[in-house]
């Protein structure tokens, strides 16, 4: 038995939803039968999710030669490469991430937090969508 990986063009974010297109490992296959060459790489599920660039595995961006300016590019759950629908995606998670703080009203930050959920909620219909995120004030 041995295992190959299955390569497919995955879409790459930075914070700023700029969008790139990389070969990537999506899958980890095994097949029965025997390996006879020497230059097979042996690989497991751990591959998952890292580059496949001219015959090499790397983990992420910063490690690709030449590839310094995107080396904050990380891999998305989403198929699209457009930067308003990962900007909405984000501002989504971020709601739900911050769904835990509506109900503790003695929070510390209580306020700063509902300002931040009421700006995430409105920051699709601003003029700098999806230029400029909300931020929470401390």
């Known amino acids: 038995m041995y295992n190959y990986i299955v390569i497919e063009n995955c879409v790459w974010s930075d914070s700023n939803f700029n969008t790139a297109v990389y070969p990537t490992v999506v899958e980890v296959k095994s097949l029965s039968g025997v390996v006879i060459k020497d ?6 599920n751990a591959k998952i999710g890292q580059l496949f660039i001219d015959g090499v ?13 995107n080396s904050d590019f990380v891999l998305t759950t989403s198929t699209t490469s457009d930067r308003t629908l990962l900007a909405r995606e984000w501002r989504d998670g971020e709601l739900f991430a911050t769904d835990w703080i509506v109900p503790v009203t003695d929070h510390p930050q209580h306020v700063s937090y509902l ?5 995430l909620r409105d920051w699709p219909s601003a003029v700098n969508f999806p230029e400029t995120k909300p931020t929470i004030t401390q």
């Open 115 to 119: 300002a931040y959920r009421e700006a």
């Open 39 to 44: 230059d097979h790489y042996l690989v497991d």
């Open 57 to 69: 595995l790397y983990n992420d961006l910063s490690n690709v030669p030449e590839e310094s300016e």
